[in-house]
């Protein structure tokens, strides 16, 4: 079995081409820019060239991508988008085109003088030559990581996201009920977009959000249980108590707002059950369900992954760093590929 996963952050996006073949040690891997981060720097070429844009493509994330957008149009430059590509910059095109971006329609593209950005989030063409360069193939099967708040154009995307994760934990918490393999719920935009993007010619596309997908990766370090796996990505943290490969709790914040001060204290709390949604939504932050509180004294292990986790150096809890198969910043791969064969072993064999 050869699956390509890709866990797609704000920073990086890291690479594993898992071959089960191979001890997963030596499967081929990278840590390359995301496609957020590439995206801003073609948007910034062209602000700095003095050049209109013209955004086509999907739905991707923002972050970089967005304020390089809201640079350019404050630069007296023009942006024009199609609808799925708009979509990135807001659930509400409405509130995109007061942003000055002006929609149009696909059939319309030919009629713009101005630079094409392909939006995606995977950029397969670009992986293919990657690999091509050392007589490798990419394979039929993918297993993508993506941060998706879902469509909420009347209500705080934070909101909307929590509500998902609630749902989530309240049927149960299972990581595999994160993962999508071939299908994704309609309220997922950014994820359809993934899987339409490689629908074409694949053979099975698994899809997982990342918070999820690091924590599952993560607990190859684990022992016993319960624990807490704490992933400080670029742009989010989150923190999760599971049992038996199910969330049971989880608060999630821009790591940017974080210290170990206030991670320190999030732990505890959200273990005691005592940390809620309104403290960590109205400090900014996504938010915090708890399903179960299994209080902190019974915590086995607090596990910190992410390529912030130097935030937690000086904790006064006891944390572990997690390194699964030797690598830190595969961590959500990891996860992916045991979400892909749970998914493909379980699937029925009619569908």
Not at 7 to 14: E, H, R
Not at 151 to 171: A, T, Y
Not at 172 to 196: C, D, I, K
Request: charged share 20%.
């Amino acid at each position: 079995m050869k699956v390509l996963a890709i866990d797609v952050g704000k920073g990086t996006q890291d690479i594993l081409l898992y071959d089960s073949t191979q001890r997963t040690e030596n499967c081929i891997k990278m840590v390359l820019p995301s496609q957020t981060q590439i995206i801003a720097q073609r948007i910034m070429q062209a602000t700095a060239k003095g050049r209109n844009i013209l955004l086509t493509g999907t739905t991707m994330g923002g972050g970089p991508s967005g304020r390089a957008v809201h640079n350019h149009l404050q630069a007296g430059l023009k942006v024009f988008a199609t609808k799925k590509a708009a979509l990135t910059l807001h659930d509400n095109l409405e509130k995109v085109a007061s942003m000055g971006v002006t929609l149009i329609e696909d059939h319309e593209i030919d009629a713009f003088n101005a630079r094409q950005i392909v939006m995606c989030d995977i950029e397969v063409n670009a992986l293919s030559s990657a690999f091509d360069l050392f007589d490798t193939q990419i394979p039929q099967d993918f297993a993508i990581a993506v941060q998706d708040h879902g469509e909420s154009p009347d209500m705080s995307n934070r909101i909307f996201r929590f509500d998902h994760f609630r749902k989530v934990l309240e049927e149960g918490g299972e990581f595999r009920r994160f993962a999508y393999l071939n299908h994704v719920p309609p309220h997922l935009t950014r994820m359809r977009s993934v899987m339409q993007t490689l629908n074409n010619g694949s053979n099975n596309v698994l899809i997982m959000d990342t918070g999820p997908a690091a924590i599952c990766g993560a607990l190859a370090d684990v022992i016993d249980y319960p624990v807490v796996i704490v992933n400080v990505g670029n742009g989010h943290t989150l923190a999760a108590v599971v049992s038996q490969h199910r969330i049971l709790a989880l608060f999630e914040h821009h790591t940017r707002q974080m210290d170990v001060v206030k991670l320190d204290d999030y732990i505890r709390r959200l273990c005691d059950g005592k940390l809620t949604f309104n403290e960590v939504f109205d400090d900014g932050g996504h938010g915090c369900h708890i399903k179960k509180a299994v209080g902190s004294t019974n915590v086995r292990s607090i596990i910190v992954t992410g390529p912030n986790r130097q935030i937690m150096e000086g904790s006064d809890l006891d944390i572990f760093f997690a390194a699964p198969h030797g690598d830190m910043m595969l961590t959500g791969c990891f996860g992916l590929i045991d979400m892909f064969i749970t998914s493909l072993s379980s699937r029925s064999p009619d569908t």
